[in-house]
């Protein structure tokens, strides 16, 4: 008889409060805490069943096991048996995500909350989130596991705006939702600046954060920021929560470059871009904010009324983007 396929589909998300530095990086406990919006259009699914041998498939290729992508989520199914006190057995994974490859998304959050969904659905023969639960396992639980493989991948489990307090210690530190995705229809509109590959990756990163003489500074603002992004929140203020958003992406970028050697992601189009966005919303009262990740690329976000006249204005400019908004969180089924 066939295997069951146990099958994730979770969602990327952009942060607006930024998860950069750690911690302690090996219990991948952050140095503050992160606020984000989960995507509709950006998701990863993954189907895992049991097989003879261990299989990864990425986007319909099979993977070699030294490849780097299969070898991290190798390391992460070797955790998750242990976190499950399973002896490890085959796995066949395929895995792909509905946006393109490096378009400046960051597949690492969806792809680790659906690996770790589908795995752990898998080894507990649970075909749906009703049987987790009955299991004793909470979607905080496999947040806080999927979370040990990267670390935004724990604010994909809810939909809407989602929380990553940083806590105390690694063992309290949490992410949980704050509000559903209906209460405020935000939309981000992905400015594709440049798609070339990352100079480096965040989880190297990340660890140069302390480096920064900026960094400290940083921490010790964050909770005003944090407390006035909750309030908009609350709120659906865009004009609070917008400036915000940009001081806080530039911030993060103020830590990456005050590092030795800097680490820069933005280039001279991204400054262009950020220049003519201010332009459209200071002289034309365009109501759109910008919010960037570790790379060059603009997330344009806005809501739903303004969105005609921003692609518009893109689409004479011959920009590429792609288009987002909140959405819901992950999903779980199974296929004989
Ligand atoms: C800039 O979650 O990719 O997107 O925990 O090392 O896997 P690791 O890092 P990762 O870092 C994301 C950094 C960011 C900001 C954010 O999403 O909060």
Not at 278 to 286: D, F, I, S
Request: glycine share 6%.
């Amino acid at each position: 008889m066939a295997a069951t396929v146990y099958l994730a589909e979770a969602p990327s998300n952009i942060a607006f409060l930024k998860y950069w530095g750690k911690a302690d990086a090996a219990a991948q406990w952050p140095a503050n805490d992160s606020l984000s919006m989960t995507l509709r259009n950006a998701r990863t699914e993954t189907s895992v069943q049991r097989s003879a041998q261990s299989e990864f498939y990425f986007n319909g290729h099979k993977l070699s096991s030294q490849d780097p992508f299969a070898q991290k989520a190798m390391r992460h199914l070797a955790f998750l048996f242990d976190m499950l006190e399973e002896t490890p057995i085959h796995l066949r994974i395929e895995t792909k995500n509905t946006f393109p490859d490096s378009c400046g998304i960051a597949s690492s959050a969806s792809g680790m909350a659906a690996l770790t969904l589908a795995t752990v659905a898998c080894l507990l023969e649970a075909p749906s989130w009703d049987s987790l639960t009955e299991q004793g396992i909470s979607r905080a639980q496999l947040a806080s596991w999927a979370r040990k493989g990267s670390g935004s991948a724990c604010r994909s489990f809810w939909g809407g705006f989602v929380a990553w307090e940083a806590a105390a210690g690694p063992a309290s530190q949490r992410a949980y939702p704050l509000f559903p995705a209906e209460h405020w229809r935000l939309c981000d509109i992905l400015l594709l600046i440049s798609i070339a590959p990352k100079i480096i990756s965040s989880s190297q990163g990340h660890l140069t954060a302390w480096d920064s003489p900026l960094f400290l500074p940083r921490l010790s603002g964050l909770p005003t920021r944090k407390r006035a992004m909750l309030e908009a929140l609350a709120t659906q203020d865009l004009s609070q929560l917008g400036p915000l958003l940009e001081q806080e992406a530039l911030e993060m970028h103020s830590i990456m470059l005050s590092v030795e050697p800097p680490i820069c992601y933005l280039t001279a189009d991204t400054s262009a871009w950020i220049v003519q966005v201010r332009r459209w919303r200071q002289e034309e009262g365009l109501e759109v904010y910008f919010t960037i990740d570790a790379g060059p690329n603009l997330h344009l976000i806005c809501e739903p009324a303004a969105k005609p006249a921003l692609l518009s204005r893109l689409a004479q400019a011959n920009a590429q983007w792609l288009e987002d908004e909140v959405g819901t969180g992950p999903t779980l089924c199974t296929r004989r």
